[in-house]
Nanobody
Framework: QVQLVESGGGLVQAGGSLRLSCVVS????????MGWYRQAPGKQRELVTS???????NYADSLKGRFTISRDNGKNTVYLQMNNLKPEDTAVYYC?????????WGQGTQVTVSS
């Protein structure tokens, strides 16, 4: 049974930073490409960034330079370091292995950025 537990969200002022964590169980974590996704109120869930099993990363163009994804295969954990946060980054953030249609979504972690 796959479980995804996200944490680290919170309320932060614009320009601040947060580090999100996602602990994964029930899969061979080290073999999976992992993604961070977000869903803002009234919008569809979107891919923020991903990291392959070999550590190759991919970012949405608008987020390059502010967000950094990393992983610790020994801890079955994927991280998202978010710097210089903007109000438009406000959303619920989720992690998921790819392809996402194979796996359940976790509860996500709320990130709220105040102006």
């Amino acid at each position: 049974q796959v479980q995804l537990v996200e944490s680290g969200g919170g309320l932060v002022q614009a320009g601040g930073s947060l580090r999100l964590s996602c602990v994964v169980s029930g899969i061979i974590f080290s073999a999976k490409t992992m993604g961070w996704y977000r869903q803002a109120p009234g919008k569809q869930r979107e891919l923020v960034t991903s990291i392959t099993s070999g550590g190759i990363t991919n970012y949405a163009d608008s987020l390059k330079g502010r967000f950094t994804i990393s992983r610790d295969n020994g801890k079955n954990t994927v991280y998202l370091q978010m710097n210089n946060l903007k109000p438009e980054d406000t959303a619920v953030y989720y992690c998921n292995p790819q392809p996402t249609w194979l796996y359940p979504w976790g509860q996500g972690t709320q990130v709220t950025v105040s102006s």
